[in-house]
């Protein structure tokens, strides 16, 4: 079956400007997962969503980052007022149910480059 | 709070000869342990994980990990590497009680395997 998937693979942008990440979990998994992977540094949770709900947003840097997950599949991670050190890839991710064991399945990413 | 540590930045080994990948944790109480390993412009693929029972867990292609309680250890190996197990390797723990759904990741060990 597909995993998961992140749209665009690639995104440049200039500062100050608005981005929109996009995730499309494993098809029935419940919990999906952003991180964010700065260079020669491991993944940093970002927020978690159960269903439509976000369970845990403590991982968020600041109000310009905002996630959604409307109808409890595609999740939007949406940065306002775009600054440099906003560039990383952001990593997606999917589990089954949010049970304390179920491993997580990543996305490739997308590499946010703020200019 | 919980941690990982990977105190090597980079193992280097000859391909056929045993490899270990070092980590460590801290956590209140009792852990989940996993490994995932990261191919270059690909995202993390899970490896194994330690949940509970056997301190010796096995996991994809070969490669296994032992949970030590006493040295809150969960090192990495494989009994005989091969030149494409070179990738970067991430260790992650999640705390049973009390931390969330979130995986805090170490700083990854780059494996290089050598002919």
Known sequence: GAGVSQTPSNKVTEKGKYVELRCD????????????????????????????????????????????RPEGSVSTLKIQRTERGDSAVY???SSLTSGEYNEQFFGPGTRLTVL | AQSVAQPEDQVNVAEGNP??????????????????????????QFLLKYITGDNLVKGSYGFEAEFNKSQTSFHLKKPSALVSDSALYFCAVRAITGGGNKLTFGTGTQLKVEL
């Open chain 2, 19 to 44: 490899l270990t990948v070092k980590c460590t944790y801290s956590v209140s109480g009792n852990p989940y342990l996993f490994w995932y390993v990261q191919y270059p412009n690909r995202g993390l």
């Open chain 1, 91 to 93: 990593l997606c991710a």
């Open chain 1, 25 to 68: 979990p494993i098809s029935g998994h419940t919990a999906l997962y952003w991180y964010r992977q700065s260079l020669g540094q491991g993944p940093e949770f970002l927020i978690y969503f159960q269903g439509t709900g976000a369970a845990d947003d403590s991982g968020l840097p600041n109000d310009r980052f905002f996630a959604v």
